[in-house]
C-alpha cells in the first residue's frame, strides 16, 4: 500500500481512511516515530491501542495489524475449538 500525503500547516499528516479501517486504527490510539538520519526515512509505528471486540487496552497482541487482548484471544481459541469438535461429531455449529 502507497500514499501520497501533503502535510499540512501545522505539520500534520491524515491517515487515509482506506488504511485506518485496513489496520483498525481508532482515535487516541498511540504511535512512536523514528527518523533515520542517513536517508530520512521515518517509520511510524502503533504502540498504543485497544482490543478489536472488546476495546480493553491490556494484554494486548497484535494479530495481522490489528490489538486483540489476551482475553478475546483466548475466547476465540475456545469457540474455535468447540466448533471443530462440533463438525467432527456431526452437529450443528451455532455462531
Known amino acids: 500500500m502507497k500514499f501520497n500525503k501533503?502535510?499540512?500547516?501545522s505539520g500534520s499528516i491524515t491517515l487515509p481512511?482506506?488504511?485506518?479501517?485496513?489496520?483498525?486504527?481508532?482515535?487516541?490510539?498511540?504511535?512512536s516515530i523514528v527518523v533515520d538520519g542517513?536517508?530520512?526515512?521515518?517509520i511510524l509505528q502503533r504502540t498504543q491501542g485497544q482490543c478489536l471486540f472488546c476495546?480493553?487496552?491490556?494484554?494486548?497482541?497484535t494479530y495481522y495489524g490489528r490489538f486483540v487482548c489476551s482475553p478475546c484471544a483466548n475466547n476465540m481459541e475456545?469457540?474455535?475449538a468447540e466448533q471443530e469438535?462440533?463438525?467432527?461429531?456431526?452437529?450443528?455449529v451455532n455462531q
Open 6 to 9: 501533503k502535510m499540512s500547516k
Open 85 to 92: 469438535f462440533a463438525k467432527a461429531a456431526g452437529q450443528k
Open 78 to 80: 475456545a469457540l474455535a
Open 38 to 42: 542517513e536517508d530520512g526515512t521515518i
Open 17 to 31: 481512511a482506506t488504511l485506518r479501517r485496513e489496520y483498525g486504527l481508532a482515535e487516541d490510539e498511540r504511535f
Open 55 to 61: 476495546k480493553s487496552d491490556d494484554q494486548l497482541i
